[in-house]
């Protein structure tokens, strides 16, 4: 064999050893996307689950809650939402003269009160006009409240609802706090 017989075999294995290269990583990255949507799902599942439990301990915890601050709510509903329309809300309490809408999430930010006040709020009565004659008052509820954030609800007019130390649930706002009338 000559040396460009030899070169030339040897050209030819490295392009051999890089086209399996390449399909090896192919195969790699396959994998790392598989395990990572995998991880994605079991993280949502999870979220899902802290979603749950905020709405479950709120609506088992609402009338009580606020019966200690001189309002009774005769009827709580969960999961409230029109039929062919995938926007729900989380826990709906009436009494004969007020609706209150609470939306829950696992941890509050500004931008969850503020996207509740600025979209979800104002729709609540063109989606639900049996309730349009009530006075209709707005509550966010979260596992996880921050002081900051709490004070930033109350001063836009809404009730805060979390979980207190023994596992039950509390508002959260100041004594004194009246609730703002949003329609």
Same mark, same amino acid.
């Given at each position: ?12 294995? *490295? ?5 399996? =290269? ?20 079991? =993280? +949502? ?11 479950? *301990? ?14 009774? &709510?005769?009827?709580? #509903?969960?999961? =409230?939402?029109? #039929?062919?329309?995938? #926007? ?27 996207? &509740? ?18 006075? *209709? *008052?707005?509550?966010?509820?979260? =596992? ?6 709490? #004070?930033?609800?109350?001063?836009? +007019? ?26």
């Amino acid at each position: 064999m000559d040396r460009w017989e030899v070169l030339y075999k040897s050209i030819k294995e *490295l392009r051999e050893s890089i086209r399996e =290269l390449r399909e090896s990583q192919r195969e790699s990255q396959r994998e790392t996307d598989r395990q990572i949507r995998e991880l994605r799902v079991q =993280l +949502g599942d999870l979220g899902i689950v802290q979603g749950e439990i905020g709405e479950e *301990l709120f609506y088992r915890n609402l009338k009580s809650m606020f019966k200690k601050r001189g309002m009774v &709510f005769n009827r709580v #509903r969960r999961n =409230l939402r029109k #039929r062919r329309d995938d #926007r729900e809300y989380d826990i709906v309490a009436t009494n004969g003269t007020q609706v209150l809408v609470v939306e829950v999430k696992n941890k509050l930010r500004r931008k969850h009160i503020d996207q &509740f006040l600025e979209e979800r709020l104002p729709e609540f009565k063109e989606k639900f006009p049996q309730y349009k004659d009530k006075e *209709l *008052l707005g509550a966010v509820g979260a =596992l996880v409240v921050k002081d900051d954030v709490a #004070r930033y609800a109350e001063r836009k +007019g809404l009730f805060v609802l979390t979980q207190t130390d023994d596992g039950g649930a509390a508002i959260i706002n100041r004594e004194r706090f009246k609730p703002q009338v949003f329609g």
